[in-house]
């Protein structure tokens, strides 16, 4: 059974970084596109970055353009989001998923796998 876990959220003022990890186990990773998805309260949960099996593939969301970057590393069955200059509506609980589907998709529904989330807070 496929089994995604997130790591590496925390508390952090405006301008700070972070970087995220997620492991996937109990599958072969790169059969999988992985993506980080966040949701704060009230919001719906959308899409901050993408990347197919080998990496070569990537696409962002205009919030994540410039300041985050998402990568893999296919031998250790992790992906990453480094998420540079932090500002305060960064603020959310991020998630990593994994779909089967050979194209890099921005939709929640299409992710079979999930984390069960990873808390990010950044104070003004």
């Known amino acids: 059974q496929v089994h995604v876990v997130e790591s590496g959220g925390g508390l952090v003022q405006a301008g700070d970084s972070l970087r995220l990890s997620c492991v996937l186990s109990?599958?072969?990773?790169?059969?999988?596109?992985m993506a980080w998805f966040r949701q704060s309260p009230g919001k719906e949960r959308e899409f901050v970055a993408g990347?197919?099996?080998?990496?070569?593939?990537?696409a962002y969301a205009d919030s994540a353009k410039g300041r985050f970057t998402i990568s893999r590393d296919n031998d250790k069955d992790t992906v990453y989001l480094q998420m540079n200059n932090l500002k305060p509506e960064d603020t959310a609980n991020y998630y990593c998923?994994?779909?089967?589907?050979?194209?890099?998709?921005?939709?929640?529904?299409?992710?079979?796998?999930w984390g069960q989330g990873t808390q990010v807070t950044v104070s003004a």
């Open positions: 990347l197919n099996w080998s990496g070569v593939r990537i």
């Open positions: 998923a994994a779909t089967g589907l050979a194209l890099i998709s921005q939709n929640s529904e299409e992710f079979r796998y």
């Open positions: 109990g599958g072969t990773f790169t059969t999988f596109q």
